[in-house]
């Protein structure tokens, strides 16, 4: 969650460091949850777009009249209807800027990133957010099997409880990047991978009777508290407020129950009750080596690391398969950890090491805050 994420969900991570900067500096039980009255008229608060969109006529571009022609034989939309909902958008400069890959920069340094996260202004926000809404968090535990810890981590990292949700027309951001992605090795791909998430949109406007100008969110498009891509949106959210619609924008009820629902759907394991990483040692030799930056699991049984130099203190669960990741630091020491399946499952919300140790440790953070209250 992170170009624009493989995950329908997830931000590039220089957009998500953007927002994290932007937020420190001012910048998803029925009846039981439904202290939301207050809760979502807060969170629905308006928000003014931060870029200066161009008039340009997207209606007369051939991909784009190919898009419309597919929705209207696909799904159903009226020609004529479609047509002025295209004539309303405008290209963003600014996203397609952002979504270029970054120039080359300094070492990875997990300690100068984990430092933008668990700091304390996140942590009280957190704490705040779990008393508010422990009785969400606690059934979104008890019915899926992902710790309130977890869910308030990643909502903590990707939006500090909706305070930063983004504030570009999510509509112009799709298209912009859907027609006019900048060259780049992977330009079809991303192209085709923003015209989906530009169908889903309007397939999410039509199916909760939404303007789809109306929806707001990051220069990739993602969407309300968790930052779900509009077809994560489709797939992945719940209704866990009740109340008839999935709204990831002003129900942080509905957000909770749906960062659990993706988080199962992409493989957490409700049996893993234990922790989620543990610290390992290495060998000089480095026999180990070639366990880094292989598919994102848990595919590493004991036996396996110990032969290849991986140590750990702790005490593991037998039979636990692990996966061995390296937490760069600079001109420091890299740590090292062995990563469980519900490690990884997070990896899938944003493909990053970092994105996922860091919602672990604000998660641990804001619950040892609250067991001191």
């Avoid at 970054?102 to 070492?107: D, E, L, S, T, V």
């Avoid at 949109?201 to 109306?214: G, M």
């Avoid at 009740?242 to 924008?249: A, E, F, N, P, Y």
């Amino acid at each position: 969650m992170t170009t624009a994420p493989t995950r329908h969900t997830l931000l590039p991570l220089t957009a998500l460091l953007a927002g994290v900067l932007a937020a420190s500096s001012g910048a998803h039980a029925a009846a039981a949850a439904k202290p939301a009255h207050h809760a979502k008229a807060k969170a629905a608060r308006a928000h003014l777009t931060d870029y200066v969109g161009e008039d340009v006529n997207f209606s007369q571009w051939k991909a784009v009249d190919q898009f419309v022609a597919a929705m209207v034989a696909t799904h159903g939309f009226e020609r004529a209807e479609l047509d002025a909902q295209i004539k309303k958008l405008r290209l963003v400069d600014a996203a397609i800027e952002l979504v270029k890959p970054a120039p080359p920069g300094k070492p990875k340094n997990w300690h100068a990133y984990s430092a933008l996260f668990i700091e304390p202004v996140r942590i009280d926000a957190g704490l705040k957010f779990w008393n508010t809404h422990a009785q969400a968090l606690a059934r979104a535990e008890a019915e899926y099997g992902v710790p309130a810890e977890i869910i308030v981590g990643i909502l903590g990292v990707e939006t500090v409880y909706g305070r930063n949700t983004g504030r570009f027309r999510v509509m112009d951001a799709l298209a912009t990047l859907a027609f006019a992605y900048p060259e780049t090795p992977n330009q079809a791909e991303r192209m085709a991978f923003f015209r989906a998430e530009l169908e889903s949109t309007l397939l999410l406007a039509r199916k909760y009777q939404l303007d789809p100008y109306s929806l707001q969110g990051s220069f990739a498009g993602a969407v309300g508290l968790p930052q779900f891509m509009p077809s994560s949106i489709l797939q992945y959210g719940v209704d866990f407020d009740g109340d008839g619609q999935v709204d990831l924008r002003a129900s942080p009820v509905d957000a909770i129950g749906s960062v659990a629902n993706y988080l199962v759907q992409h493989g957490w394991r409700r049996e893993q009750a234990g922790p989620i990483v543990y610290p390992a040692t290495v060998s000089p030799g480095r026999a180990w080596a070639g366990m880094i930056g292989k598919p994102l699991a848990a595919n590493e049984d004991q036996a396996s690391l110990l032969a290849a130099g991986v140590t750990t203190e702790a005490a593991l669960p037998p039979g636990l398969r692990f996966g061995l990741i390296d937490l760069q630091n600079g001109a420091q020491a890299t740590e090292f950890w062995l990563a469980t399946d519900n490690f990884f499952a997070i990896t899938q919300y944003n493909r990053s090491y970092f994105y996922a140790m860091s919602v672990v440790e604000l998660g641990r953070a804001v619950r040892l805050a609250r067991a001191r209250t």
